[in-house]
C-alpha cells in the first residue's frame, strides 16, 4: 500500500507537522545562536552555534523520518517487521554518527564547546517542546488504524433452524451456576 492510501497511519499527519514545525524553529535557533555565539566568542562561536543547532534538529528529525518512511508499507504483509527494522536501523544510524561526530569534532580548534554543547541542548530541548505541543493539540484517537464493524452482530436475525447465542447461554445455564 502507499503512502497515498486512502486510509493514511494516523500519525503521519502529527509527524509531518511535527518535522514542519521544528524545522521552522531550527531556523530561528539557529540565528539566536549563531548571534549569540558571535557575540560571546566570535567566528568560532556562530560556527559552534550553528552546528549544535544542526546536529540537534538532524538526529532528532532521524526518528520522524523513519517513521514516515516506515508507515508507507501499512497494510503489507510484512508492515510490523519493517516499520521495526526501518526504526531501528534509524536509531543504530543516529548512534554511529553521533560518534563519529563527537570524534571529529573533539579538539577542533575552530569549535567553542560551551556554546556548542548550550546550542545543542537548545535543539533537543526545543524540538522536544514542539513534538509536546504537536501532540497534545492534535486529535488522535485511543485506538487507531483500525476498522469497526458496520453491523452489530445482535441487530442480525439468526436464520431460519438457527438460535441465536443468547438463546443457547441461556439453555446452558442451569440457574446453578450463579451460587
Known amino acids: ?6 486510509n493514511p497511519v494516523t500519525s503521519t499527519p502529527i509527524l509531518r507537522t511535527t518535522l514542519i514545525s521544528s524545522g521552522i524553529a531550527a531556523a530561528v535557533l539557529a540565528v539566536v545562536a549563531g548571534v549569540l ?18 546536529i540537534a534538529v538532524v538526529f532528532l528529525a532521524i526518528t520522524a523520518a523513519s517513521i ?4 508507507r508499507w501499512f497494510g503489507q504483509e510484512l508492515y510490523v517487521q519493517l516499520f521495526f527494522a526501518i526504526v531501528l536501523g534509524g536509531w543504530f544510524l543516529k548512534l554511529v554518527l ?9 579538539g577542533q580548534p575552530w569549535l567553542e564547546p560551551v556554546v556548542f554543547f548550550w546550542s545543542l541542548l537548545a535543539g533537543v530541548l ?3 517542546a514542539i513534538d509536546v505541543v504537536v501532540l497534545t493539540r492534535m486529535r ?11 453491523v452489530a452482530p445482535e441487530d442480525v436475525a439468526p436464520s431460519a433452524g438457527e ?3 443468547s438463546e443457547t447461554d441461556r439453555d446452558a445455564d442451569s440457574g446453578n451456576s450463579h451460587v
Do not use: C
Open 140 to 150: 488522535l484517537p485511543h485506538v487507531s488504524d483500525t476498522s469497526l464493524p458496520t
Open 98 to 106: 553521533f560518534v563519529v561526530l563527537m570524534i571529529v569534532l573533539r
Open 68 to 71: 514516515l518512511i516506515a508507515n
Open 37 to 54: 555565539g558571535g557575540v560571546l566568542k566570535g567566528a568560532p562561536g556562530v560556527w559552534s552555534g550553528l552546528i549544535g543547532v544542526l
Open 126 to 128: 526545543m524540538s522536544l
Open 1 to 6: 500500500m502507499s503512502s497515498a492510501s486512502p
Open 163 to 165: 438460535r441465536s447465542a
